[in-house]
């Protein structure tokens, strides 16, 4: 059995197979999603969604499912499954499920008394196409398989209903046919590696639920429409091809470029494999240049995400060439434009968030750890050079310099910080002044590039920005140091004195402005009050402000966001910070850290982490369905994990060495 494979008794049990989607991108904004049992629970889920920039910015649903009927003397057997409210499910064509499968693709196995049907689906490599190959495993009689197209034309964040401006008309092309129910809209191709027979029969579908919008509080009916059906003959053994996608294809090529792109999967055979895999989904390609979304379904590309994610989504899976199309080619030359006050020429998002910039940093740093501090001092020691200067000369719009060495920021009117829901446009964090994470971010950044400057043999800059970090360290200790652990922002003399886990940052990054004390006592009392099996709480259930579920209306979840759900990104900082106080000592308690995070690669979005999960137990996960920094912070500890076994074994080793050589010299 594969890593991912799921039964019969999960699957048909709906109250269970609908909790678990999947999704599948295709490097450049395409994405394949639904539930395990291809019923759609979210408005964002479909077949074939991808972004149409020429009509917005958001991704659009062209093709919503694609239903298959089996017909066997006659008889029919519909695959499809649809909700359409008090819980009613039509056709119910899950009860034919015997087995998921996705240990290389996603793979459905259907049985029909003696039929057995095998379904597996795949996403065209940069290219708006996905592919659905049928083969008839194991048939007794002739089979006739009719396949119903529900199309939607609309973006991920609409719900479309019956009108009359929706053309319902096909028009042929190489075995099938297209349509474009809307002007605006590029054609959507449906084609078969064989020929097909195409029978018009306009229907609207009326009133399809989605249960995921209805619990989120939103709108969650729809009508789609489905112009007609297709039909072909099938024998024992036979494999045919299904495509759709915004071009015509030559459908004698689909089963070569079907076999081309299984040669490009990679199997998932445990959780590190499967992470990697999910990983190199966020990569989006467009023309020369290189993303990484921080998610899917409705993220694009923001700046301190894609600089926290980048190292764990490229280096640490072993991708070093997708580290230089993101950075390399992309972001640094966006964040150039932002400096030079071009930032309404950049894609990048949030480029001007405060600590933005000391993300991208802190990626260097990471790069540095991973190759050599030289070839990070070579290539990139002079742009984080530039990037410190930068925050020194106050040029930056949301972040200014005080005289203490500590960066300053203003978020009561706009987020300044991460936690950054807001109510009728206003803060519901208002973390303002001294924020804890974001100065040491800053003494981090200015410890690094001093050791930048050291190895390009610039010493009198690096004692020069040592010294202007040592002001910063004495102030950061005098600010947020409470004695007990690290206020989370210091305005005026106001401590906010929440137990939060941005104070981990402090205790994990490579340069730490507390001392080793100072460092356990900040690692303890987040394992006692935030630590849970899916990363740290965003506040400590000890508070009265904690809301540990997210659930309810948007009003209702957007006050929780930050108080009270856990985040997993958070666990990279806490693994590091912890290691630094246990070392060798704390692999064991890591390894049982980790496993927490195991259990989620069959559960919710199967094969990858949520954006975040509920504080108290059984920390369900919400938010968006695969999300970057969840995926490169658990990557980062099984990375940190790896590097602390193999010095452990290279010290048992020099140990070994050393008796030996001991036990020599005594002879």
Same mark, same amino acid.
């Not at 649809?82 to 196995?109: A, M, Q, V, W």
């Not at 921080?294 to 580290?323: K, M, Q, V």
């Not at 924020?435 to 610039?458: H, P, Q």
């Not at 940190?640 to 290279?650: D, H, I, P, S």
């Given at each position: ?52 920039? +020429? ?15 089996? #017909? ?59 592919? #659905? ?10 089979? $006739? ?17 019956? %009108?009359? $401006? ?27 590696? *064989? ?25 969650? !009916? ?63 390609? /467009? ?33 070093? +060439? ?11 030359? /966006? ?13 990048? =998002?949030?480029?001007? /968030? ?8 802190? @990626? ?12 990070? @001092? ?10 410190? =200067? ?9 972040? !200014? ?54 190895? &390009?043999?610039? /010493? ?59 460092? *356990? @006592?900040?690692?303890? #009392?987040?394992?006692?009050? $935030? ?7 965003? $506040? ?38 912890? &290691? ?31 954006? &975040? ?19 490169? @912070?658990?990557?980062?500890? &099984? ?19 050393? %008796? ?8």
């Amino acid at each position: 059995m594969s890593y991912l494979n799921f039964d019969k008794k999960v699957l048909v049990n709906l109250e269970r197979s609908l909790q678990k989607e999947m999704i599948r991108t295709n490097r450049a904004g395409v994405y394949n999603s639904t539930t395990l049992v291809d019923c759609n629970t979210r408005k964002y889920h479909g077949q074939l969604v991808m972004p149409i920039p +020429e009509i917005g910015d958001d991704n659009f649903v062209l093709l919503s499912s694609l239903d298959e009927t089996v #017909i066997q003397h006659g008889a029919e057997f519909n695959l499809g499954l649809h909700e359409y409210g008090d819980n009613h499910f039509s056709p119910n064509g899950h009860k034919y499920i015997r087995e998921f499968d996705c240990e290389l693709i996603s793979k459905t196995i259907y049985r029909v008394g003696a039929m057995v049907l095998e379904k597996e689906r795949l996403l065209v490599s940069f290219e708006p196409r996905v592919l #659905i190959r049928y083969t008839l495993l194991e048939s007794g009689s002739p089979t $006739l398989l009719r396949f119903r197209p529900f199309l939607a034309f609309r973006s991920v964040n609409e719900l479309t209903h019956e %009108n009359p $401006l929706a053309n319902p008309n096909m028009d042929e092309c190489e075995n099938g046919r297209y349509n474009r129910m809307y002007p605006g809209f590029p054609n959507l191709y449906m084609q078969f590696s *064989k020929a097909v027979e195409y029978h018009h029969d306009p229907q609207w579908y009326k009133d399809i639920e989605y249960r995921k919008e209805k619990e989120r509080g939103y709108a969650f !009916k729809e009508d789609l429409l489905v112009p007609g059906y297709f039909e072909l003959p099938m024998k024992k053994g036979e494999s045919i091809i299904f495509a759709a996608g915004v071009t015509e294809c030559k459908t004698g090529s689909l089963k070569a470029t079907w076999k081309k792109e299984l040669e490009r999967r990679n199997k998932r055979l445990d959780m590190f494999s499967t992470l990697k895999n999910s990983a190199s989904q966020f990569y989006k390609r /467009e023309g020369d240049k290189c993303y990484l979304l921080a998610g899917f379904p409705w993220f694009h590309a923001d700046a301190r995400n894609t600089f926290f994610a980048t190292p764990s989504c490229t280096l640490d899976i072993d991708r070093p +060439e997708y580290w230089d199309a993101i950075i390399n080619k992309t972001a640094i030359e /966006e964040i150039l434009k932002f400096m030079n006050g071009r930032g309404n020429e950049i894609k990048m =998002t949030g480029m001007d /968030e405060p600590d933005a910039l000391l993300w991208f940093v802190r @990626a260097i740093q990471k790069y540095g750890h991973k190759y050599t501090i030289r070839e990070a @001092a070579d290539e990139y020691g002079q742009l984080c050079l530039d990037i410190v =200067t930068w925050y020194r000369k106050q040029n930056h719009p949301r972040a !200014k310099l005080h005289q203490n060495g500590l960066l300053w920021v203003d978020g009561t009117q706009r987020p300044a910080t991460w936690m950054n829901a807001t109510e009728n446009g206003w803060p519901i964090t208002p973390r303002t002044g001294y924020v804890v994470e974001i100065n040491a971010l800053w003494y981090n950044a200015m410890r690094f590039t001093a050791e930048l400057l050291r190895e &390009m043999g610039k /010493e009198t800059s690096a004692d020069l920005m040592e010294y202007q970090a040592e002001i910063t360290k004495d102030a950061f200790v005098k600010t947020f140091w409470n004695g007990v652990y690290l206020n989370d922002y210091v305005l005026d003399g106001y401590e906010n004195r929440e137990v939060r886990p941005n104070q981990i940052w402090a205790a994990g990054l490579p340069y730490s402005p507390l001392d080793k004390k100072q460092q *356990k @006592a900040v690692v303890d #009392i987040c394992t006692k009050e $935030l630590l849970t099996p899916k990363g740290l709480r965003t $506040l400590s259930p000890k508070s009265g402000d904690y809301r540990p579920v997210y659930r309810g209306g948007q009003q209702e979840r957007d006050r929780n966001f930050h108080n009270g759900p856990v985040w997993p990104f958070t666990i990279a900082a806490y693994a590091r910070a912890y &290691m630094n106080v246990y070392k060798y000592s704390g692999i064991s308690f890591m390894e049982r850290l980790l496993v927490g995070f195991e259990a989620e690669m069959d559960q919710l979005t199967i094969g990858t982490l949520n954006e &975040m999960y509920d504080g108290n137990p059984p920390y369900k996960g919400h938010g968006g369905m695969s999300y970057a920094p969840s995926v490169a @912070a658990v990557i980062s500890v &099984m990375d940190t994990l790896k590097n602390y076994r193999k010095a452990e074994e290279e010290a048992k080793g020099e140990r070994l060495e050393a %008796n030996v050589n001991g036990k020599e010299a005594s002879k």
